[in-house]
DNA sequence: GATTAGCACTCAACCTTGACGAGTGCTAAC
DNA sequence: GTTAGCACTCGTCAAGGTTGAGTGCTAATC
């Protein structure tokens, strides 16, 4: 099998290659920097055939090969050389998490930027909270005017949701701050999801405690319940990228950065892998083809799940990536467990 | 005075122009377009005399002119012609605030979003709320862990900040909940600059409250804590002007628009204008020579400074541009006065 | 005196052409 | 099975020519 093997060697460094230079590659450099035992000629014949099993595509003839999609897939599958990351990588990544947390938004602006601008590549992070499984630690309501309220919703994990009530009678703020006493503690401990039925069966105690409910109940679900925060960077890194130097394909995409419907929808993964990996056409949209999407996703302790993405050419550094999200990842979740861990 | 006159006529001919096509304006296209009654030989004539006055620049000869900077400060402070939006544009803008807001923060996204669609240019919503002025009307605080405190502070008018305090020594939930109903109580009404002093003085009143407050007094000073938040939208608007074909130049541009420190210079008046136009290097910075920016703040009831901003290249449609700030800016505090003012 | 027509001149944009180089496929020799 | 050699393809680049829009100047006209 000293055959297969060779043609899969080849076929790696033209994938390297071409990560590299995001230059179409011929026979002539892989003899030279990859196989120096043999001939071009020999390469050519190899690429002849990676070519007839779908791994390489020609722009024309005399251009050299482009690694296909199925290509990319197979390196991604079976081909990554683990190189770890060097001191100063792991260095500046820890130096990120090294800073206190007072604004919890902070955070995952602070990770969007270091992991933009230590691959150069564009940044999601996303933090996704599912109803059914946020548990209410408490609640809180505010008087802004006589018939406005401000309810301050915060979840077990310290994240907080405001919301604006209209009360049908004006109360005042002393009530209030009985009744959200009271509801907080009747609520405290069931999920969002419950919410409802919960409120249904507190109905009826009390004159006040029932105008909160009913604006409770009355409070429409926001479109966007289900995604807390998507926050982007690295967006002028993709200019970089010689394949976004014609600006229409590079609108496009920056276009898909600014509609959070399809960035969930990117970032989304199905079932409970660690590590996505999403290649060209895999991305499902078209304005992606041409990039590739990794994402890594962490449960935390307060059910909601975090996602860190990156997107860029589909001539990625797939490896590299790949190590530092796991980092990153890691490193969140440590520091996410510790702060809410010892509850 | 009628030579005078019509030599600005003229002028205003070529901006108009410019500002339409992108491209040098030359003699024969004004007199064909603006100016019938006169020759293109005339207007060569006047179109002299204004690049000698410094209104027009030549890229080379035999390229038509183009608009100097002079030539858009004079056209933003004298010439604008105040073409009234159309139906349909303010039934637009109507429609952006006809909608409940229930998510604080939805509202400057959403006008970042439609000034941007109406416009075509890049938005930018900044919210500063200076400390000095914000008045605390409610405060409490959450139990994340046994010595870990989420603090939350309203501010008149609905804002919400919130912070991690670390306690000295456990504290249990019930004590937390009395002590955070009398620090509220005892700081509503006075401003954040006036918190360290009022804290200060509270002090040895009680070991738990005591506990508190040292925790307050040594969480430091965000550095953000001047702006509330920066929304920017519209971003993929910036590769449509061919201004932006140079990779390079829109690259630097985008790149202006991630860093928070450079928007906040960009976004900010100096004194009380309502409305502030920069045009090129009135920008004061140098990844935006070639760009305008157009500011309109407003101040809200509670204190907070908002500014809606938006930038494009120097050939912008200020008149439109001023006409739709206005138009939203009047939406905007009509809609949060409303909401706040009836207290 | 202001306006206009005419003309020579300039210069970017565009197209064509030809040389160059990188790459391929094929064949024959090792 | 591997390699050397050769003919062929095709994109890139620079050089040269053409075109067209625009200017400045001057002389004629209103």
Chains 1, 2 share one sequence.
Not at 90 to 113: G, K, P, W
């Amino acid at each position: 099998m000293d055959r297969i093997d060779r043609k899969y060697r080849i076929l790696q460094a033209i994938i390297d290659d071409y990560i590299l230079t995001a230059l179409p590659v011929g026979s002539r450099t892989i003899s030279r920097k990859y196989e120096q035992k043999l001939s071009s000629a020999t390469i050519r014949n190899e690429m002849s055939d990676l070519e007839e099993l779908g791994y390489l595509d020609s722009p024309h003839t005399s251009a050299g090969r482009v690694p296909s999609y199925k290509a990319y897939r197979l390196y991604v599958d079976q081909m990554l050389t683990p190189a770890p990351l060097s001191v100063e990588e792991t260095a500046f990544i820890n130096r990120c998490f090294e800073r206190r947390i007072h604004q919890v938004e902070d955070l995952s602006t602070r990770i969007a930027r270091s992991l933009s601008s230590l691959t150069h590549y564009t940044t999601a992070v996303m933090t996704r909270a599912p109803r059914s499984e946020q548990i209410l630690s408490h609640l809180q309501m505010v008087p802004v005017s006589d018939r406005r309220v401000l309810l301050i919703v915060v979840t077990q994990g310290g994240s907080v949701r405001q919301t604006i009530l209209e009360l049908d009678a004006p109360i005042a703020p002393d009530e209030l701050y009985t009744v959200s006493r009271f509801l907080s503690n009747q609520l405290e401990g069931c999920t969002l999801s419950e919410l409802p039925a919960m409120l249904a069966r507190l109905g009826g105690t009390q004159a006040q405690v029932d105008a909160v409910i009913r604006a409770m109940e009355s409070k429409p679900e926001e479109e966007h319940s289900d995604v807390a925060a998507l926050v982007v960077g690295g967006r002028s890194n993709l200019l970089s990228f010689p394949e976004y130097s014609d600006v229409d394909k590079a609108k496009a995409l920056l276009s898909v950065l600014e509609t959070k419907e399809k960035m969930v929808s990117l970032l989304s993964h199905d079932g409970e892998m660690e590590f996505s990996v999403r290649i060209g056409p895999e991305t499902g949209m078209e304005e992606t083809r041409g990039c590739s999407v990794v994402t890594a996703s962490y449960r935390l302790s307060d059910g909601r799940v975090n996602t860190i993405g990156l997107i860029g050419p589909t001539r990625m550094q797939y490896g590299k990536v790949l190590l530092v999200l796991g980092q990153v990842g890691r490193s969140l979740t440590r520091l996410l467990d510790e702060q809410n861990g010892q509850r």
